[in-house]
């Protein structure tokens, strides 16, 4: 319930924002320094024709007064200036009369008015659901950007009242659509895909309004706390058994070469004597080490006699070393 009314909360809160910046726009198209100037020249002139009609400034031409003061109405009333990326939309009388801009343009006072200045640049507009359920019941937070753009400003002001709130409703409605039909996996990892989708189901409904949806990036998708350690847990488990996989398949091939090595010391009693005596030197070379050998092997390689020998060798140097340490 606390969510659904903080979205209830929120959607006045855009459309007072929405407000907002429409009326800001409007008194920038009705209000110029161009339409000020060309007024103040208006008025000057006009006291300028006074003064050659009357010959001095202090009586005044009551004709030439009401001709300059409508005209100085007219100008600083029908002057408007639109921005290069803005589009004026003209009524005259309440009947649609033209788009207007971009640069200075001329309307009538009083007979046509400005109801609204349409920004043509490509917008972006965020937006989430609210714990929505996926296919597979799992709640989910999905937050998303559209990137969108008004391409007819007639369409985008006639045929909806708020095309802004609009695009944000419609984007919220479709992005539960579409979680609702896909699985916590496939949001997951397709969020290029489902981006796509619904960047397409949006342009189908809005293009009717001359607004098109260029793209939709899902940017971050959030579950609970709870599900998100089971989901650590399982990846975990996963890696684990991925390691154990590759370590019995590493053990295999081991096994493997060691039936090949097998194989040519079968057939060549030399080669093994020759493994085994490099075996006994590589152990021997380091000090303090044992080697237990088997006895098939001492008998098979006379192990036992080099061994002896070996050790001796060894004995006779470390008793050596221990005579000259203390002479």
């Known amino acids: 319930m606390a969510e659904k009314r903080k979205n209830k909360s929120a959607l006045p809160g855009l459309a007072r924002e929405y407000k907002a910046t429409s009326q800001l726009e409007a008194e920038a198209a009705s209000l110029n320094w161009v339409a000020a100037l060309v007024t103040a020249a208006v008025v000057v002139a006009g006291a300028s024709l006074n003064r050659l009609v009357e010959g001095t400034w202090e009586p005044v031409n009551i004709y030439i007064a009401i001709v300059t003061a409508l005209l100085a109405a007219i100008c600083f009333f029908g002057i408007k200036i639109a921005n290069q990326w803005e589009r004026a939309v003209v009524l005259r009388l309440g009947r649609f009369r033209c788009l207007k801009g971009p640069g200075p343009f001329f309307i009538i006072p009083i007979i046509e008015s400005i109801v609204h200045s349409v920004d043509m640049r490509i917008r972006s507009t965020d937006f989430s659901s609210e714990s929505t359920l996926t296919k597979d019941t799992v709640p ?6 559209c990137f969108w753009m008004v391409w007819d400003a007639k369409k985008a002001i006639l045929e909806v009242e708020n095309f802004y709130l609009a695009i944000v409703l419609s984007a919220q409605t479709a992005l539960r659509d579409i979680i609702g039909t896909h699985e916590l996996a496939d949001l997951l ?4 895909k489902l981006g796509k989708r619904l960047q397409e189901v949006l342009d189908e409904k809005t293009n ?6 260029q793209s939709v990036e899902i940017r971050d998708i959030i579950i609970p706390k709870d599900l998100e350690d089971a989901m650590s847990k399982q990846a975990q488990a996963e890696r684990e058994r991925q390691a154990r996989i590759i370590l019995g398949t590493a053990e295999t091939e081991i096994a493997e070469k060691f039936a090949q090595a097998a194989k040519q010391y079968e057939s060549n009693p030399g080669a093994m004597h020759l493994r085994g005596m490099n075996m006994l030197f590589e152990g021997l070379k380091e000090k303090g080490s044992m080697i237990i050998v088997p006895s098939s092997a001492l008998e098979t390689m006379n192990l036992g006699a080099i061994g002896g020998m070996a050790a001796m060798s060894q004995m006779k140097s470390d008793k050596e070393r221990a005579d000259d340490r203390e002479s």
Do not use: Q
């Open 140 to 145: 989910v937070n999905v937050d998303a950007i």
């Open 208 to 213: 009717p309004w001359g607004i098109t949806v």
């Open 189 to 192: 990892t397709h969020r290029e």
